[in-house]
């Protein structure tokens, strides 16, 4: 009876072996990222990022921003709207040698030339992307797609973007299971859209409303980015406002299944 028992024992032990799954062992999970893992204390410490952007940190919060969003060593991350490449740099040192990050932007021109492309090439894993916010082309799936500040920006008629359209397209880039960081202005609840263009502002529940529309998962929200101070009335650019407006920080889920 022994015999056949520890026969049986090894036989549901080999089954579990071929499942993937060793009953009464812990199978070990990536380690949660926080704002002082070494890949994001890494970034921030890049000596190649200009001193402008380090003396944005204190009103941005990139060590949080970027544990919030997950980022690990060997994601592939597009950052839509890279305007300077304040987070392009910090993705790209955070994802490492095996990762890709993929700057997502506006055609420049010889009169206004995008930031991106004076360094993008000094970083290796850096792919910039200049045929703007809606008619990229990325042929790996995505871990994550970052849009700072620049959401409300597709609304605008000039640009002549299908949000529906943009919104699905993220969706389908992104692996199962991959995040979307939306960072925005704040506008007042219940504020139209057109409100993008005269104060570049966006309502928070619009971004949910559109991103859950198409398939998004609303995950959470970060208290990060957030100022009680500004009263959302004034253009973004204004005064003593602008690089403090009360921003809201979003993370959207694609369902793993």
Not at 35 to 64: G, Q, V
């Amino acid at each position: 009876m022994r015999k056949l028992l520890a026969g049986l024992g090894i036989a549901v032990f080999i089954g579990a072996c071929a499942g993937g799954a060793i009953p009464g062992l812990m199978m070990t999970a990536p380690a949660a990222v926080t704002a002082t893992s070494p890949h994001i204390l890494a970034a921030l410490a890049d000596p190649r990022r200009p001193e402008a952007d380090r003396e944005r940190d204190a009103l941005r919060h990139p060590a949080e921003i970027m544990a919030f969003a997950g980022v690990q060593p060997g994601w592939r991350v597009a950052d839509i709207g890279p305007g300077g490449g304040y987070y392009t740099r910090l993705f790209s040192v955070a994802a490492g040698g095996e990762g890709r990050v993929y700057g997502v932007d506006r055609a420049g021109t010889a009169e206004r030339p995008r930031p991106l492309s004076a360094f993008a090439a000094e970083y290796g894993n850096i792919a910039h992307l200049t045929d703007g916010y809606a008619n990229w082309t990325i042929s790996e799936p995505l871990d994550a797609i970052f849009v700072s500040q620049i959401y409300h920006d597709f609304y605008l008629p000039q640009l002549s973007i299908d949000v529906p359209a943009l919104n699905r397209k993220m969706y389908d880039a992104l692996k199962p299971g991959g995040v979307l960081i939306i960072i925005d202005h704040a506008a007042t609840a219940g504020s139209d859209v057109s409100v993008t263009g005269t104060l570049h502002r966006i309502d928070q529940a619009q971004v949910i409303r559109d991103l859950t529309a198409v398939g998004f998962v609303m995950e959470e929200e970060s208290p990060a980015l957030r100022n009680g101070a500004d009263d959302r009335s004034v253009r973004v650019f204004e005064g003593d406002i602008r690089g403090r407006t009360d921003q809201f920080t979003l993370r959207f889920r694609k369902p793993a299944n």
